[in-house]
């Protein structure tokens, strides 16, 4: 193998992959990147054998071949080299040699036959969806996806087809034990007869990256147990959580009847400001709901209390409620209009939140007792 | 009747009875050695001593000057149950001695050469009896100047399956010395004294003294003067129950359980609910793996406990277990708050045996004894012992007292007058070392303070103490969680949920043998509810109460305290040192750090005088 690639195409590529390697592993070959050079193009492949990543980048090629180099490494040294360098890359029976300028370094490297193929079997359900449509179900939902292992099945974004009142769409679901998010987009043609899939944490975040730089169709196959991403130059494989998330629709209250608008900036402003006095982890806010208006306040016995007032549209009977004030934010956050909606029950009921400019998103906050 | 390997059921014959009474009663030298001894004490008894030979196995010799048995009494004495102990089947309800079945002496008489020589009180002669594996001769005139002395040669010759299960003669040896020091903790007006024959092993002489003075220097006598230097008196009073003894400080800890002691009506027990109100009562001061070291009596109606549940008393059952182990918790907390800021002398102890310069020039025995150095640290920490209550809760906000803030004002003339004094028993700081220890002076000597371990624990009991007022925030659960637990288990969780609640743990049955968990403490933040609520249901089967959510809370509370508080390697001005010093001395518990450390050391002038050989 022989060729030679420019400095940044080498380092876009590379960073894609090398995020999927993880910095400690019990099988040395999980630590490499697979480096292939072939019909004119160099193709890098990394895996955790739950999730693999293939892109390809053009590159001056001299001679075809295959090897496996220490992935965090040469990002690191690639990331290193000066702007607009030519990256020259040549195999040598067991080490990689590189040479960039007047730097030049040798990697030591393992076969390419030992590393490990993630195929993706029968993947009968195919479909493509809008880049801005894959990112708006991954940016609203992501947040209240659960790190606790114990519930891995919560551990990823729920993606399934869902019945509404108009219509079929996709929907993709979140939730933490605590909180949960739901959107959903138009169904794209071919979906209909997917199975409800959830993708695991990594994934969704590998996923994320590419979205930032891909505006395109992204091409999706699936099956029950894996799924395929198809970008421009990179394609993602990856296994499902094997798992049956939750009936989430038990949870999500209908005949919550008390109606609170407000201003999502100010709102989200407000809670930010009175939560810099509560010092413990738990960060409680508790809302004081009046005929149009809004106070909130938050005690800590070490620090003081803060309170701050909000003109809201309210006209339901008053009452009080406590949430934590980092999950109120996070809920803020996705909200894009100007106006926030929340519906109420009581103070140990959920409390369903949308946003004033989008039906399509839906969070569900469960209260604090304060 | 006879026909048939089975054969008929029939009345075993009274030795055959005895001997398998014996199995329960009498299972080693040493369960022996506590029968007779406690004989000895239900006589009255003011002097007991002891011999054993070959750990017990050749010869237990137990003699005592207590009010004796006549001839007919004798003859009784070795009949099963026979006692003088108990009157009724109403009696076994308010048992006031320490023996009751009457199933000792024929138990032991029934596996060994048992001879008993007794004068009763005002009687002319004494009166010996053998009883020889079951077989009596006598009672015959014999010459005892008072008292009784039993003595039981060649013990389990008659079983010989029994004997062979003995262990070497020192472990039964130390089991019996062990016995012996249980029931002289109990008994300081009794002198008790163990030998093998030649050697002195055990000698306690009667206390004169009376109440705690007695009760101290017989515990003084027995776990060492360290002990009592280092122990707090517990003394603690609900309904009908009373708590007695002294509790170790928790710098003063040990790697095992062994050396706490539990006695109930005098009675030495072993009973885990001590083991777990003792974890409960210490859970703040000490690591996992400390054990603090205590004597604990406890006085209650006999008619609330029952000591016949265990052949050798070991165990007894209390008719309200809460009730006690909620005294035990508060006595124990209660005493070692008043205990306030005191760190063991055997930290001081430790720092002066290191100060002590390796070449020195006289050799002075008297330097390190304990007594002199422990005793006068004991008195002075006595006398501090005054301010307990938290911080007025006003003073947080008192700029006056904040101890570490970065104010850097002129030192006033009022403030400078105020670092002076030096009745402060914690003193006036001088200085700081290598930017971690604070050095102060006191009327009588040198105070050395840890800043980050004594500035750790007074965050952490401020967060405590806010914890405790402002109540235990709890998130809801969307989706609750369902823990499969046995049935037990289940019904043992949930019969506690008021109390979780209380910390933030809201539970509820969920069909037979799972319960769902509604709320969680918001402390824990995503916390993974199905292995505490399993942990909690372990910790109620072993040890009858839930510690681990409180030890979880209070973790988190002790990681914040880390954080937020003061490194080793801050430089600090004067002021922020004596306020720091005002504080522990108003902050109960601040004498040891989140784990069991000291967070300061107290050196006596008298004590650095020594090193210099001024004295």
Known sequence: ????????????????????????????????????????????????????????????????????????????????????????????????????????????????????????????????????????????????????????????????????????????????????AQVEVALPDGAAGMPGIIIPRKTVQEIRKHLDEFEGEIGIELSDTKILFRFAHAVVTSKLIDGTFPDYSRVIPEGNDRLLKISCEEFSEAVDRVSTISSDKSRSVKLALETDKIMLSVTSPENGTATEELAADYSAEAMEIGFNSRYLLDILDQVEGDEVEARLADSASPTVMRDGADESALYVLMPMRV | MDDGKSGRIHLLDEQTVNQIAAGEVVERPASAVKELVENALDAGAHHIDVVLREGGKALISVTDDGIGMSPEELGMAVERHATSKLRSAEDLNAIGTLGFRGEALPSIGSVSRLSITSRAKGADEAWALKVDAGAKTGPLPAALSAGTRIEVRDLFYATPARLKFLKADRTEQSNALDIIKRLAMAHPHVAFSLSDGDRVLFRAERALSTGD???????????????????????????????????????????????????????????????????????????????????????????????????????????????????????????????????????????????????????????????????????????????????????????????????????????????????????????????????????????????????????????????????????????????????????????????????????????????????????????????????????????????????????????????????????????????????????????????????????????????????
């Open chain 2, 213 to 615: 003075d007695a009760q101290k220097a017989r515990l003084g006598d027995i776990l060492g003067r360290a002990f009592t230097d280092n122990a707090v008196a517990v003394d603690a009073v609900r309904d009908d129950l009373r708590l007695k003894g002294f509790a170790g400080l928790p710098t003063y800890s040990r790697g095992n359980a062994q050396q706490q002691y539990l006695f109930v009506n005098g009675r030495p027990v072993k009973d885990r609910l001590l083991v777990g109100a003792v974890r409960g009562a210490y859970a703040d001061f000490l690591a996992r793996d400390r054990h603090p070291v205590l004597v604990l009596f406890l006085e209650l109606d006999p008619h609330a406990v029952d000591v016949n549940v265990h052949p050798a008393k070991a165990e007894v059952r209390f008719r309200d277990q809460g009730l006690v182990r909620g005294l035990i918790v508060s006595g124990l907390r209660h005493a070692l708050g008043a205990a306030g800021h005191r760190a063991s002398t055997s930290v001081s102890q430790a720092a002066l045996g290191a100060a002590r310069p390796a070449t020195s020039p006289v050799t002075r025995p008297a330097y390190g004894e304990k007594s002199a150095l422990g005793g006068g640290f004991h008195d002075a920490a006595r006398s501090w012992q005054a301010p307990t209550s938290p911080m007025p809760e006003q003073s947080r906000f008192d700029p006056e007292t904040i101890p570490v803030s970065a104010r850097h004002e002129p030192v006033t003339q009022e403030q400078e007058q105020a670092a002076q004094r030096e009745d402060y028993p914690l003193g006036t700081a001088r200085g700081q070392l290598h930017e971690t220890y604070i050095m102060a002076q006191n009327a009588d000597g040198i105070v050395i303070v840890d800043q980050h371990a004594a500035h750790e624990r007074l965050v952490y009991e401020r967060m405590k103490a806010s914890l405790e007022k402002s109540g235990v925030a709890r998130q809801m659960l969307l989706l609750p969680d369902v823990v499969e637990l046995d049935p037990d288990a289940a019904s043992r969780v949930l019969a506690r949920a008021e109390e979780f609640a209380e910390l933030g743990l809201v539970l509820e049955p969920f069909g037979d043998g799972a319960v769902v968990v509604r709320e969680v403490p918001a402390l824990l933040g995503k916390v993974d509810s199905v292995r505490l609520v399993r942990d909690l249901a372990d910790d109620l089967a072993e040890l009858d109460q839930g510690l681990t959510l409180k030890e979880r809370l209070e973790e988190v509370c002790a990681t914040m305290a880390c954080h937020g508080s003061v490194r080793a390697g801050r430089r600090l001005t004067l002021d922020e040192m004596n306020a720091l010093l005002r504080e522990m001395e108003a902050t109960p518990h601040s004498g040891q750090c989140n784990h069991g450390r000291p967070t300061y050391v107290e050196l006596k002038l008298r004590d650095v005088e020594r090193l210099f050989g001024r004295r």
């Open chain 1, 1 to 180: 193998m022989k060729l030679t690639i420019e400095r940044s195409a080498l380092l876009k590529a590379l960073s894609h992959v090398q995020s999927v390697v993880e910095k400690r592993n019990t099988i040395p070959i999980l630590s490499n990147v697979q480096i292939e050079a072939a019909d004119g193009q160099l193709a890098l492949t990394a895996t955790d054998l739950d999730l693999a990543i293939v892109e390809h980048t053009g590159a001056d090629i001299a001679q075809d071949g295959a090897t496996t180099v220490p992935a965090h490494t040469l990002h690191d040294i690639v990331r290193k080299l000066p702007d607009g360098a030519q990256v020259g890359l040549s195999l040598n029976d067991r080490t990689l040699t590189l040479n960039a300028g007047r730097s030049r370094f040798t990697l030591a490297c393992l076969p390419r036959e030992d590393f490990p193929v993630m195929s993706a079997g029968e993947l009968p359900h195919r479909f493509t969806l809008p880049a801005p449509q894959m990112k708006r179900l991954i940016d609203k939902t992501r947040f209240a996806i659960s790190t606790e292992e114990t519930r891995y099945y919560l551990n990823g974004i729920y993606l399934h087809v869902a019945e509404g009142e108009k219509g079929s769409t996709l929907r993709a679901v979140a939730t933490d034990g605590h909180r949960l």
